[in-house]
């Protein structure tokens, strides 16, 4: 995957099947994919995000993964070039996978199953007063019952007593016996094999520094993490090639010890033969819990849009930025004339599942009230 030349992306092959080369600096990893479908709109734009409160003369730059397309899939879109192609190899009419009731991924992974003709199985986690219920069509949910998918309800105390390896066992075995050929992606599709999505977009960084004239060289780069396989390839990415910055993960559920671990797991995948605490630093943001929002970081999100034009979303970046920005304000000297890349993971329809918490921060509106002096007659204005 060299660096594409303008007639490139504007040809024909996105949705396409490719072979994989991987960056130099990482073709010692074993084992490397051997191909890669064309999901994405890539690359993402970066762009300077000027943040009010920042400590002197440190750069906050913003990496857009949320402008990744498939209908919003955000980092999604970049594990699933990789774990579609190698679903697609290995004769699957079918994807099965796991997450939350409003999952970006699970979003993300139905509208790519479609988009490559496969049928999408979701088993989502819900409360246990709303597991026999219908669950709407709010976010995420909308999408993914628009393309068709098949979704599973779960209760988070099931979830939580039989876990996401095993429910996803249980749907494949049923798959099976019907005849089916199931592929299971783990949440957040974060394996190994999806590793590779962050660790191509540490490349893609790579390229669009080298195409700017200014010169310009990240410190640091700060992520939001959920589910472990993005802040794996960045780490990893970042610490192999020539970008060397120091990665900040924000952490929007679980423990550290947990999420250090798990990186490490990935990466021994990969026999990379890296330590994860040497190459990611990962801080704590989850707040009162996974998808749960003060009052105080609904504000903030709405802040910095009103301020920037960036939306964040509520349960992934928009903790990751809160977590950064009050860290700043604590410690500045230790952001002090860094130039920091930022990855927007996008997530935008989780919005929507907080409009009820949202609709206070936001009352900007009034009848526009026009003098009777202003002429009037029936037809002026073309409604059709």
Known sequence: ????????????????????????????????????????????????????????????????????GMQLSGNKVRKLEFLMAEAVAEGADCIITIGGIQSN???????????????????????????????????????????????????KEEYAKIGSVALTNVLKEQLLKEGRRPYVIPVGGSNSLGTWGYIEAIREIEQQLQIRSSGIKFDDIVVA?????????????????????????????????????????????????????????????????????????LKFVKEIAAATGVVLDPVYSGKAAYGMMKDMEENPKKWERRKVLFIHTGGLLGLFDKVDQLAPLVGNWQHMDVHESIPRKDGTGKMS
């Open 1 to 68: 995957m060299e660096t594409k030349s303008n007639a490139e992306v504007l040809s024909f092959d996105f949705l396409s099947k490719k072979s994989y080369s991987p960056p130099s600096w990482a073709s010692h990893l074993k084992p490397i994919p051997s191909h890669v479908f064309s999901l994405g709109h890539l690359p993402t734009p970066i762009h300077k995000w000027n943040l009010p409160n920042l400590p002197p003369n440190t750069e906050v730059w913003l990496k857009r993964d949320d402008l990744s």
């Open 105 to 155: 991924h699970c979003r993300a992974t139905a509208v790519a199953a479609k988009y490559l003709n496969l049928d999408s199985y979701l088993i989502l986690r819900t409360s246990k007063l709303l597991v026999d219920k219908d669950p709407g069509l709010v976010g995420n949910l909308l999408v993914e019952r628009f393309v068709g998918a098949n979704i599973h309800l779960i209760s």
């Open 225 to 297: 993490c959920g589910s472990g396989g993005t802040i794996a390839g960045l780490s990893l990415g970042s610490w192999l090639g020539a970008l060397k910055a120091k990665v900040h993960a924000f952490s929007v559920c679980d423990d550290l010890d947990y999420f250090y671990n798990f990186v490490q797991g990935l990466i021994d995948g990969l026999q990379a033969g890296v330590n994860a605490q040497d190459i990611v630093s990962i801080i704590n943001a989850k707040g009162q819990g996974y998808a749960i929002n003060t009052s105080e970081e």
